[in-house]
C-alpha cells in the first residue's frame, strides 16, 4: 500500500491538485462564500482521474503485482489525505480570515466549527457519487463528475439555506460567537465521522464495481 | 519444463467469445501468437492477466495457478501491452523508481546494464521514445525485475523493418539462456518465420493451431491446377481456393496430397498458409 | 565450420543443415568428437527456430553421425575411416536414386546418363 501511495502521488497527482490546495487563502476573501474553495479540490480530483485516463494510469497499475481492490485503494487514500490537507491548511485561514474581517461574511455561513463540520460532509457526498461511478467503466469521467458536482452543489445549496432563511438555527450557525462555536463541536464530530465512514463506502463500493470492469 | 499452460479460457461477449483457448509453451522458447485483427489475441492476453474476467478457464505460471497466486505470477511474467504508452511526460528514471517498488526482486545493476545495453537514457521522457525503444524499455523493466516470461502484445506493430529485425534479433538472444520465455502477438507473419519456436494460430476466438513452426508448416502445402481437376473428392480437401480464368490455387494439408500430375505441388509458407486460412 | 540457410529453398530448413554437417563429418572437415557448437547458440547466430537445430541434431544423432554427452554437448562421432567411405557412399547413391528417376523421365539410358556425368564432373 505504501508503494501504491508512492505512486499515486509520484506519478498521479495533477498540478493542480497543489495549487487549488493553496486556495484555503480564499477564506481571506471578504464577503465570499467559503465552500467555492473546496469545490477546487474536487476539481483538481476530477483532473487526476482525467489525466490518469490520458497517461493510461489504470492499464500501468494493474500490470503490477498488486491487487485490483489496493489500487482503488491507493487512490481513495490519495484523495482523503488531500481533502484532509487542504482542511488543514483552511483552519488558520479561517482564524485570520474572521479576525480581519470583523464584519463577518455576508456571502454565506461564517467560516466557523460548523462550517468546517459542512465541508466534510460535502466532500463525503462528492466521494461517494463520483468515485463509485467512474469506476464502472474507468473511462467516463465527465459524466461520474457532473452527478459529483451536482450532489456537491445541492448540499451547498441546502446548508447555506440554513444560514439564509432567519430562525434561531441561523443564529446558531451564522456566527463566529466563541462560545457558540463551542456548542457546534458535535456538528464538526458527526462531519468528519461521516466523511470517514462514507469514504469506507466509497472504497468498497468503487472497489467492487472497478473488480467487474474487463480493462 | 512448462512456463505457461492456459486451459479452456472463455470469455463471451456479445458480438465475440473465446472459446476454449487452450495452449502451453515451454521455459526457453518464443511462441508467436497469431491471428487476423480482431481474432481475439489481446483478450487472450488480457483475459490470461486477467484484466478482463474470463468466463471459465485457468492460466498456469510455473507451475502456479494464476488466479490464486497473483502476486507470484505476475513477479515473474513481464507483461507489455502495445509498447510503454503511460505516462509519456515522465521520465524514464521516475516511472522506473515507482515502478521498481513493487518487485522484492529488483535487480539495480541488471537494470543499468539494460539501459546501456539498449541505449536507453534515462532522463529522457517516455515520448521521446521511439516505438522500438519503448518496447526494449518494457523489457529493461521486465528483465530487472527477474520475469522469467515476456508476454508482449503487438511489440512489432509501427516499427519500420530495421527496428522490427532488431527486435526479434534480441529476443533470439534473450531465450539463449534457455531460462527466458516470450510469447508475442502479431499479424505479421514475417516475425514468426524469423524468430518463432511455436505458433499459436487463432481464428475467430478459437485456436486452430498451436505446434512448433517447422511442423506446421510441413502440414501444409499449396496446389495448383487446371480447373478440370477440381473434384469434389479433392474440392473438400481444399482449404481457401481460388479459381481463376487459368486455373486454381489452393492450400491442402501434406496428408491429403492427391496423386495427380496436372497439379503442382509447392511449399507454402506462413503468409500462404495464413491468407487461405482466413480466405475459408 | 560454415553453415549457409536458404529460406527460399524448396529443402526444409533442418534438412539443409542436416546435409552440411553430415558432408563436413563425411570428408573429414569435422574431425572424430570435435564439439558441436550449443543448439541455443546455432539457432541465435543463424536466426532460425532452437526447434529447427533441435531436429537436425536429432536427426545427424540417429544416423550415427554424431552423439551427445549429456550436460556436455554434441560430439562427432568416431567413424574408422572405411567407414565414412561407405556412408559417403551411401549418401551420394541415396541422391542418385533421386535423381536418376529425373532422368529417366527424359528418356535416357544409363549410359547416357554415365556420359553426361563424366562430361559434367
Redesign the interface.
Given at each position: 500500500m505504501k508503494?501504491l501511495l508512492?505512486?499515486e502521488f509520484?506519478?498521479a497527482t495533477h498540478p493542480t491538485t497543489y495549487l487549488f490546495l493553496s486556495f484555503g487563502l480564499m477564506l481571506l476573501i471578504p464577503n465570499y462564500p467559503g465552500y467555492v474553495g473546496f469545490f477546487y479540490i474536487c476539481l483538481s480530483i476530477f483532473f487526476v482521474f482525467l489525466t490518469g485516463r490520458e497517461?493510461?494510469?489504470i492499464?500501468?497499475t494493474?500490470?503490477?503485482?498488486?491487487?485490483k481492490t489496493d489500487a482503488v485503494k491507493a487512490r481513495c487514500m490519495m484523495i482523503a489525505i488531500i481533502e484532509l490537507v487542504q482542511i488543514l491548511i483552511a483552519i488558520p485561514f479561517a482564524f485570520i480570515g474572521n479576525s480581519i474581517n470583523p464584519a463577518g461574511n455576508l456571502a454565506g455561513i461564517e467560516t466557523n466549527v460548523a462550517f468546517f463540520g459542512f465541508v466534510f460532509m460535502m466532500f463525503s457526498i462528492y466521494n461517494i457519487v463520483f468515485i463509485p461511478l467512474f469506476y464502472k467503466t474507468t473511462y467516463k469521467i465527465g459524466i461520474p463528475f457532473l452527478f459529483g458536482g451536482i450532489a456537491f452543489g445541492l448540499f451547498y445549496v441546502l446548508v447555506e439555506m440554513l444560514v439564509w432563511i432567519p430562525s434561531s438555527i441561523q443564529t446558531f450557525l451564522d456566527t463566529t460567537n466563541p462560545a457558540i462555536m463551542l456548542q457546534q463541536i458535535p456538528i464538526l464530530i458527526i462531519g468528519i465521522i461521516i466523511w470517514f465512514a462514507v469514504w469506507i463506502i466509497t472504497y468498497k463500493k468503487a472497489a467492487s464495481n472497478f473488480e467487474?470492469v474487463?480493462? | 519444463m512448462e512456463i505457461l499452460s492456459v486451459e479452456n479460457l472463455c470469455k463471451n461477449y456479445e458480438k465475440f467469445a473465446l472459446k476454449n483457448v487452450s495452449f502451453s509453451l515451454d521455459q526457453g522458447f518464443i511462441m508467436g501468437f497469431i491471428g487476423r485483427n480482431g481474432a481475439g489475441k489481446t483478450t487472450t492476453l488480457?483475459s490470461m492477466?486477467r484484466?478482463?474476467?474470463p468466463n471459465s478457464g485457468t492460466v498456469t505460471i510455473l507451475g502456479k495457478n494464476f488466479a490464486e497466486d497473483?502476486?507470484y505470477c505476475?513477479?515473474k511474467i513481464g507483461?507489455v501491452?502495445g509498447g510503454v504508452?503511460?505516462?509519456?511526460?515522465?521520465k524514464l528514471k521516475?516511472?522506473t523508481?515507482?515502478?521498481k517498488?513493487?518487485?522484492p526482486e529488483w535487480d539495480d545493476e541488471k537494470y543499468q546494464s539494460l539501459l546501456n545495453r539498449f541505449d536507453l537514457d534515462s532522463e529522457k521522457r517516455i515520448d521521446e521514445l521511439s516505438a522500438g525503444m519503448r518496447v526494449k524499455y518494457s523489457l529493461a523493466l521486465a528483465l530487472s525485475h527477474n520475469a522469467e516470461l515476456l508476454i508482449l502484445d503487438e511489440p512489432t506493430s509501427g516499427l519500420d523493418p530495421v527496428s522490427r529485425d532488431d527486435l526479434l534479433c534480441l529476443f533470439q538472444d534473450l531465450i539463449e539462456d534457455g531460462e527466458h520465455s516470450i510469447l508475442f502477438s502479431t499479424h505479421i507473419t514475417s516475425d514468426l518465420e524469423k524468430c518463432a519456436d511455436f505458433i499459436t494460430y487463432i481464428k475467430n476466438g478459437e485456436i486452430i493451431a498451436c505446434t512448433d513452426k517447422d511442423t506446421f508448416i510441413e502440414t501444409y502445402r499449396l496446389v495448383q491446377g487446371p480447373v478440370e481437376e477440381l473434384n469434389p473428392n479433392l474440392s473438400s480437401k481444399l482449404i481457401g481456393v481460388r479459381k481463376h480464368k487459368f486455373g486454381f490455387e489452393a492450400l491442402i494439408k501434406t496428408i491429403d496430397l492427391p496423386m495427380v500430375a496436372r497439379i503442382e505441388v509447392s511449399a507454402a509458407n506462413l503468409e500462404a498458409i495464413m491468407v487461405h486460412i482466413e480466405r475459408e | 565450420m560454415n553453415i549457409v540457410v536458404s529460406s527460399t529453398s524448396e529443402l526444409p530448413i533442418y534438412q539443409q543443415i542436416y546435409d552440411q554437417i553430415s558432408r563436413m563429418i563425411v570428408c573429414g572437415e569435422l574431425p572424430n568428437n570435435y564439439c558441436l557448437p550449443a543448439i541455443r547458440t546455432v539457432a541465435k547466430e543463424l536466426r532460425i527456430s532452437v526447434i529447427t537445430i533441435k531436429r537436425a541434431w536429432e536427426e545427424l544423432e540417429r544416423d550415427g553421425f554424431i552423439y551427445t554427452k549429456a550436460g556436455k554437448g554434441c560430439f562427432v562421432a568416431n567413424h574408422a575411416p572405411e567407414k565414412l567411405s561407405d556412408k559417403r557412399e551411401t549418401m551420394a547413391l541415396e541422391k542418385m536414386v533421386k535423381d536418376v528417376e529425373y532422368y529417366k523421365g527424359l528418356g535416357l539410358s544409363a549410359e547416357d546418363i554415365i556420359e553426361l556425368v563424366k562430361e559434367a564432373y
Open positions: 508503494n508512492y505512486k509520484k506519478l497517461n493510461r494510469d492499464f500501468f494493474v500490470s503490477l503485482p498488486i491487487k467487474k474487463d480493462i | 488480457k492477466m484484466l478482463v474476467h497473483e502476486f505476475k513477479q507483461f501491452l504508452d503511460y505516462y509519456p511526460k515522465k521516475t516511472i523508481n515507482v515502478t517498488r513493487f518487485f | -
